[in-house]
């Protein structure tokens, strides 16, 4: 049974500094992208950064660039987003994403980020 499971979300003021967890189990972790994205009330899920399996590629939304980084830690079976610089507009439930082919393509249930002050 795979399983992902989000931690680190909470409230924060603007300017503020997070880091999201997201531990995996279920699944040979070392083969599969990794990403983070995120869905704010009103709007649709959208992609906030991926990291390939073995990590040595990122992409981030350019609405997040410079902000935020993601990254991994293979024997530990976690992905990680360090957020910083928060800002209100960054308010969303954030979602961990497993890709490896189209029948391996797992989510977590999310955690809340909330900036504000």
């Known amino acids: 049974q795979v399983q992902l499971v989000e931690s680190g979300g909470g409230l924060v003021q603007p300017g503020g500094s997070l880091r999201l967890s997201c531990a995996a189990s279920g699944l040979t972790f070392s083969r599969y992208q990794m990403s983070w994205y995120r869905q704010a009330p009103g709007k649709e899920r959208e992609l906030v950064a991926t990291?390939?399996?073995?990590?040595?590629?990122?992409n981030y939304a350019d609405s997040v660039k410079g902000r935020f980084a993601i990254s991994r830690d293979n024997a530990k079976n976690t992905v990680y987003l360090q957020m910083n610089s928060l800002k209100p507009e960054d308010t969303a439930v954030y979602y961990c994403n497993a890709l490896k082919d189209w029948s391996n393509n797992y989510w977590g249930k999310g955690t809340l980020l909330t900036v504000s002050s």
């Open positions: 990291i390939s399996s073995g990590g040595s590629s990122t």
